[in-house]
């Protein structure tokens, strides 16, 4: 770091610290190449990230909340909480949102840079996905009668929030359309980074496929269940959530089809480096399971759409296919059995996305505009 960012008084914000994902690594990152900031959230688990054990991690009045670690049943109180947290001493104000921690509140002397990973999913994007699917139980014809009314109004916040950011990254190209759609905003592309070296250990030839991640309906983990249900190979799914029991259900009686649960990075990294294909049957903003993958040496199995076309090259690092569904994925699965990948490929595709890099690209940015302010902008 040079010394013209040492000088800087640094405040990186994230929506949440609960558990770890994409975002998170994001976040470690930027406190890596900052180690002098202080870090803002709406609620922390400490015990999830012992890389913070050492830094000053500021909660919002959240963290005394009994149900403090469900934030998805508080999409109504992180604004004011977000706005809450005081960053009038900050020279720099980096923000890393798929939700409201753009939101915060700054000096106009203060830089405030987002690194977007998506304009919130559920205000704009997949805001019907989300209205249609069933997160209620019996209560969800009674919860769909105030959901449009409450997203309105928090859309309206969310986008008078993008305009106190004063540049944007964002994580893929995907990303940065939507930003220009839902905030009428320009933004820098600065993709998520993979630590290549976490993968750099031997890699085996195997023979399971693999899904990893959390287990969440719009993952779709439910389709690739149900396309090995039909298959004569093995499936290992690692991680947890909402999806679990549905899935559970759906693969009783399938001895081909391994739950692992929630289990270790080191674990992670085993179990990556010995299957034999990665499956990412999501459509995400950007998707770091792909390029875990390819560390490794492995190809992908990845539906075509989202930040997939970024990472994965069709027939060099893995296979494409077009439908988001059971058949579609099955094909694939014939077609990459008859096709051969060389991991080498892989790793050198995976290395262009390193965690050296993505530092180095935000280094140069933050440079760059420190001195500067955006052009006023056009209503």
């Given at each position: 770091m040079t010394d013209k960012l040492q000088g800087l008084k640094v405040a990186i914000v994230a929506d949440w610290l609960t558990d770890r994902g994409g975002a998170e690594r994001v976040i470690l990152a930027l406190a890596d190449i900052f180690p002098q900031a202080d870090i803002f959230t709406s609620v922390y688990k400490a015990e999830a990230f012992p890389e913070l054990s050492n830094r000053k991690v500021i909660t919002t009045y959240l963290q005394k909340w009994p149900l403090k670690f469900k934030h998805q049943l508080f999409p109504t109180?992180?604004?004011?909480?977000?706005?809450?947290?005081?960053?009038?001493?900050?020279?720099?104000?980096?923000?890393?949102?798929?939700?409201?921690?753009?939101?915060?509140?700054?000096?106009?002397?203060?830089?405030?840079?987002?690194?977007?990973?998506?304009?919130?999913?559920?205000?704009?994007?997949?805001?019907?996905?989300?209205?249609?699917?069933?997160?209620?139980?019996?209560?969800?014809?009674?919860?769909?009668?105030?959901?449009?009314?409450?997203?309105?109004?928090?859309?309206?916040?969310?986008?008078?929030?993008?305009?106190?950011?004063?540049?944007?990254?964002?994580?893929?190209?995907?990303?940065?359309?939507?930003?220009?759609?839902?905030?009428?905003?320009?933004?820098?592309?600065?993709?998520?980074?993979?630590?290549?070296?976490?993968?750099?250990?031997?890699?085996?030839?195997?023979?399971?496929?693999?899904?990893?991640?959390?287990?969440?309906?719009?993952?779709?983990?439910?389709?690739?269940?149900?396309?090995?249900?039909?298959?004569?190979?093995?499936?290992?799914?690692?991680g947890d959530g909402s999806e679990m029991e549905k899935l559970k259900k759906m693969a009783s009686g399938k001895e081909n089809i391994e739950f692992l649960g929630r289990i270790s990075d080191s674990d992670t990294t085993k179990v990556v480096l010995g299957c034999k294909a990665v499956i990412f049957p999501q459509e995400e903003d950007f998707g770091i399971v792909p390029l875990e993958a390819m560390s490794a040496g492995k190809p992908v199995i990845a539906f075509s759409k989202g930040g997939a076309l970024e990472t994965v090259i069709d027939g060099q690092t893995g296979i494409l296919f077009p439908e988001q569904s059971a058949t579609s994925l099955t094909k694939a699965i014939h077609q990459f059995e008859q096709t051969s990948f060389s991991s080498e490929v892989c790793r050198e595709r995976a290395k262009q996305f390193d965690l050296s890099v993505f530092k180095q690209k935000i280094i140069e940015f933050v440079e760059s505009h420190l001195d500067t302010k955006p052009e006023p902008r056009k209503l």
């Open positions: 109180l992180r604004p004011k909480a977000f706005e809450s947290l005081n960053l009038d001493e900050y020279d720099l104000v980096i923000s890393s949102a798929s939700a409201e921690s753009k939101g915060v509140l700054t000096q106009p002397s203060t830089l405030h840079i987002c690194y977007c990973h998506t304009p919130t999913r559920y205000f704009w994007s997949h805001y019907h996905e989300y209205l249609k699917a069933k997160q209620f139980g019996i209560l969800d014809p009674i919860a769909k009668l105030f959901i449009p009314s409450m997203i309105h109004n928090l859309r309206e916040w969310d986008r008078v929030a993008a305009d106190r950011v004063d540049f944007f990254i964002a994580n893929s190209r995907h990303t940065q359309n939507r930003i220009r759609k839902y905030y009428n905003m320009d933004s820098t592309v600065i993709n998520p980074p993979v630590d290549f070296s976490r993968f750099s250990g031997e890699a085996q030839v195997g023979d399971y496929y693999l899904v990893l991640g959390r287990q969440m309906p719009y993952k779709r983990t439910d389709l690739v269940v149900e396309a090995f249900s039909s298959l004569p190979v093995k499936l290992k799914i690692v």
